[in-house]
């Protein structure tokens, strides 16, 4: 008998769109139950910053090399998970993790909105505040006050997405009376982030909790008790749904996170979608899935 978590996803970066969407369909039907799509703009162009997991243990999957090389294939992930939305019944699809700062939070919102109706109530808007300073200053965004727009930007999805005429006046933003939807459209808010300022913000504004980088177990307990803490002593409800990347694909490697108590994993899509072909890699991913235990028979179809 296994103790699997109760859902597995999967965590994709660096590979065309089209091919996301080959991926999504495949995932759909062998049953894996999210795909979460990372993303940035822009590679800027000889950068020097480094990820906030580096060196931490968690950067473990892309300690190879740079997050942002030029051979590195960036999309538009509400534009490609649209389309992914398209051609799927039964798989979530998420941001993971969409940089909320970089926009305007009405684009955000109207772009959102309208991915939520495609997806049928699929969609999760994972976010994150950034961390990559000269990709803010490609796109003129001041680096400094990314955690105040971020922040701001949230209430203001939130007042956009309840539906009808909305204004907010705060330190970044001045919106005066709009309406991005005249219905209410739920759109769960997953912030990313291991930090403890970033453990904070999303126990106090998430709906969820997506980590950044690649934790160990060990260290995936920990921050989920830090935020299990933090709701704690801002009196929310502990149901808080924690979504894991793990390290590796062994059935007896998820089995562990099962007994944790981690009823939602993610797995690293470049470790199951392999092959020379689309038929290879659409076999690797069902026979992965088969491991895992899945059956897409169980998962109930949203449209």
């Not at 859902?7 to 049953?31: C, F, N, T």
């Not at 580096?54 to 190879?64: I, M």
């Not at 939602?264 to 026979?287: E, H, I, N, T």
């Amino acid at each position: 008998m296994t103790t699997r978590p109760a859902r597995i996803g999967l965590s994709v970066y660096d590979l065309p769109a089209r091919e996301i969407v080959d991926l999504a369909v495949a995932a759909d039907e062998a049953g894996f139950d999210t795909l979460w799509l990372g993303e940035h703009v822009v590679l800027p162009t000889g950068y020097a910053t480094e990820h906030p997991t580096a060196g931490t243990g968690s950067d473990q999957h892309h300690h190879h090399g740079p997050i942002v090389a030029p051979d590195t294939e960036l999309v538009d992930p509400l534009v490609t998970l649209g389309a992914a939305a398209a051609a799927t019944d039964r798989l979530r699809l998420a941001t993971g993790i969409y940089i909320l700062p970089l926009r305007h939070p009405l684009a955000t919102a109207r772009a959102a909105c309208t991915l939520q109706e495609i997806a049928g109530g699929r969609f999760l808007l994972g976010v994150g505040s950034g961390w990559l300073a000269e990709e803010f200053a490609a796109l003129d965004v001041p680096f400094r006050k990314r955690v105040a727009r971020f922040e701001e930007s949230i209430g203001v999805l939130r007042q956009a997405c309840q539906g009808g005429s909305f204004e907010h006046h705060g330190r970044c933003f001045d919106i005066d009376p709009v309406q991005v939807t005249a219905r209410p459209t739920s759109i769960p808010l997953v912030l990313g982030g291991n930090t403890r300022r970033a453990l904070a913000r999303a126990a106090r504004f998430g709906d969820a909790w997506f980590s950044s980088g690649t934790p160990s177990l060990d260290e995936a307990v920990r921050l989920r008790g830090e935020l299990q803490r933090q709701r704690d002593d801002a009196g929310l409800s502990p149901t808080f749904p924690c979504y894991v990347r793990v390290e590796g694909s062994d059935p007896v490697v998820l089995d562990a996170y099962g007994r944790a108590g981690f009823d939602d994993v993610v797995v690293w899509a470049d470790q199951l979608w392999r092959g020379d072909s689309l038929a290879d890699k659409r076999a690797a991913l069902a026979r992965a899935a088969a491991a895992f235990g899945l059956d897409a028979a169980l998962t109930p179809r949203w449209r």
